[in-house]
Every structure is written in structure tokens, then in C-alpha cells.
DNA sequence: TTGACATATTCCTATATAAGCATGTAATGT
DNA sequence: ACATTACATGCTTATATAGGAATATGTCAA
């Protein structure tokens, strides 16, 4: 079997990032598609086929104006995905703390003089 | 040029539902390879082949013991996936405020007759 | 009508799966 | 050493892109 179309929820249409950007340049503004082209920097067949995804999933919502289409993020699309990550919230939040502690049980061991000598990122 | 890689990062990893299914069964407990196929219900070089993308995009860790691997999810790699969502947030909380308001006016004007007779899905 | 502009669609190709099947590898028990 | 258990990896195939180039469709203006 072949991955999933991109077409086929919510999930495998944000996978492409340049999806990714264009749903945050509509967030809030409608925008015609010449626009978008600009601020992402695509020729215009590729916007118009990935606005063509995101139109099928539900993420945008497209209105026409005389020879314009006006598209704008539909944020409700989105909600699931959110929902979805939101239920490994309090795992991350249990590792921060288990972090945390290990930190300031380092801070109290150790002398002033050891403390920030991490290494750098490299 | 192709879709990008599964492993690419974890906004591609996530796009596969059995992917997103066992990082949910692998939130906040360790499980064996064979529990995971149990549950997912693929055969073995499956499951271990998705491992293989959660692994390489940090979705998941992994701890041997004995001639078992313990896997867990990592959430702290889903956080960006949440707050990359979180940021439309307040544009689908619009949303609803519109919508309930619409809903709202409608009821005020219109007579209980005309009510609940919208077209449903052709 | 004709032309210009705005956007969508079609055709093409290199690339990447996901699942099934077979095989490789590592750890344990006897 | 050998069989067994527990996973990982390699191979094959049908399918689906994403972007580039060319073309089609739709809308307004003179």
C-alpha cells in the first residue's frame, strides 16, 4: 500500500510545510491567490494545488470576488489536530517537572564554581 | 519532486494513523514490540517499521531489556505539533462566536415554522 | 468580440512510501 | 553449541505525490 493522499484528513495535509505556511499566512486574512504566491514563493500552479488540498480537507474556505478568489483559513479544521496533540499534554508536562527536579537537585549538590559549565549546543 | 520523507519530522511521522495510533497506546506507558502489535493489530515487521520512523523523528524511545525493547512515547516531541495548532486558536474561538451569534439572530427573527428546515447534504 | 488578467487543471517525472514476505541479528535457556 | 524467542531489515509492488511547463477556464473592460 501506498501512503495515504494527502487529500485524506486533516493530518496529511499539514504534513507539506508549504501548506503549513500558507495556512498560517490565511489565518484571520483573506487573501487572492496572487498574494499567497508572493508570500510563499511558489509559482502559481503549485499554490493553486496545494489550496486545492486544502480546500478538499476542509482547511481553507474560498469565496469569489469579480476574477479573485478570496481564501481564508477555516481554524475549525484544525481544532482536531489540535485535540489530538492535546492529550500527550500531560506526559510533556511530567517530563518538564522530572527535568526540572533533576536540575535544582544538581543545583543543591553541587558547588557554586560547577554550576553553567553545560556544554553548548555544538 | 516527491512527497518528503516520513521521517523528515514529526508533522510527516504523525500523518500515518497507525503511526498516530501508537503513539497514543505509548503515551506514558513502556510496552514491548509484541504488546504494540497486539494492540494495533499490523504483524510484527510493521509495527517495527513504523518504530523505525517514530524513533528517527524522536517520537519515540526506546530501552532494551533483555531481548526485549521497551518503547515509549517521547511527548515532548509532539509539543511543537500542538503549538504550531494553538496558534489558530483564537481564530476558531472567533469562529464559534460568530456562528452562535448568527444562530441567534436567526431565532429572534424568524417564526417557529421556518425553523429546522435548512437542505441537508445532497 | 477581443484582449488581458486571475486562477485552475492537465501532463510529465523522480521519488517515496506501506504492507507482505523472507531473512538477518541479538539475547536467553539448556 | 543449538534451538528459541524477540525484533529489525531487505526486497518487491501498487500508488501517490510535488513541482515544472503548457494549457484551459472564467471574468471583466473597452
Request: aromatic share 6%; charged share 30%.
Amino acid at each position: 500500500m501506498a501512503r495515504a493522499a494527502t487529500t485524506s484528513d486533516a493530518f496529511n495535509a499539514i504534513a507539506e510545510p508549504r501548506r503549513r505556511q500558507i495556512l498560517t499566512y490565511l489565518a484571520g486574512n483573506e487573501r487572492q491567490v496572487s498574494e499567497i504566491v508572493i508570500a510563499v514563493g511558489l509559482d502559481q500552479p503549485s499554490i493553486s494545488k496545494h489550496l486545492g488540498v486544502l480546500r478538499e480537507v476542509g482547511l481553507v474556505h474560498v469565496r469569489r470576488n469579480g476574477r479573485h478568489r478570496l481564501y481564508r483559513t477555516n481554524a475549525e479544521a484544525i481544532r482536531p489536530l489540535h485535540e489530538w496533540t492535546a492529550t500527550f499534554e500531560r506526559y510533556w508536562q511530567h517530563t518538564l517537572l522530572r527535568v526540572k527536579q533533576r536540575a535544582e537537585a544538581q543545583m543543591g549538590r553541587q558547588p557554586e564554581s560547577d554550576r553553567n559549565t553545560h556544554k553548548e549546543k555544538p
